[in-house]
């Protein structure tokens, strides 16, 4: 019996040991806490862990730090990020983020397919960052992915986010997403 509690014991500091370091390693926001701060930390954790994955890879790491991200982020976009991050099938993907994002959207969101190419929703909600953008970005990347980089990058504003780091988060989710698209 004496053994049983120890190795519940060890089991149980291993696994809390586990959440501790994946969340400092992989941009997880280990607090409950809504403050800006708490959100910055994370925001900035998440821009140095992306930035040391080569640009392939760079669309998986979003997803997972979006998934893990702080309370102020819609709760639908971290659901869906954890949700797209298992999706090997890239229609799939385009299609839970789009659904995801479709009821953030202001007003009453235009018929659009998920998987069809971003161009014709860039113009009808064009991003913060669309000057940075290289022009064909927009035809290699689909709707759905657009449409989520679009509610996350206005989340980003609402809750005074948006900076120098919210910026590189969205063009590398967006730059990544056309390296994925176009590798499957």
């Known amino acids: 019996m004496n053994t049983r509690k120890r190795y519940r014991k060890r089991f149980i500091f291993i696994i809390v040991c ?3 370091i994946e969340a ?3 941009g997880g926001c280990l607090c409950a806490e809504n403050t800006p701060q708490a959100c910055q930390d994370w925001l900035s954790k998440t821009i140095d862990y992306i930035e040391t994955k080569p640009n392939p890879k760079r669309y998986q790491a979003v997803l997972q730090a979006v998934s893990r991200a702080c309370p102020l ?3 639908s976009l971290r659901s869906a990020a954890d949700k797209a991050m298992k999706e090997p099938d890239p229609e799939r993907r385009a299609i839970i983020l789009g659904q995801a994002a479709k009821p953030l959207l202001p007003g009453d969101a235009p018929d659009f397919t998920s998987y069809e190419t971003a161009d014709r929703i860039a113009k009808l909600y064009p991003l913060a960052i669309a000057k940075d953008m290289p022009v064909k970005l927009l035809q290699d990347i ?9 509610v996350l ?10 900076d120098l780091d919210g ?5 590398n989710f967006l730059l990544s997403a056309a390296f ?3 590798e499957t």
């Open 153 to 162: 990058e206005h989340q980003l504003l609402e809750t005074n986010l948006y």
């Open 18 to 20: 586990y959440a501790i």
């Open 142 to 150: 689909n709707a759905g992915t657009y449409v989520f980089a679009w």
């Open 167 to 171: 910026q590189k988060l969205i063009l």
């Open 180 to 182: 994925d698209k176009n």
């Open 24 to 26: 400092a390693l992989f």
């Open 73 to 75: 982020i819609h709760n």
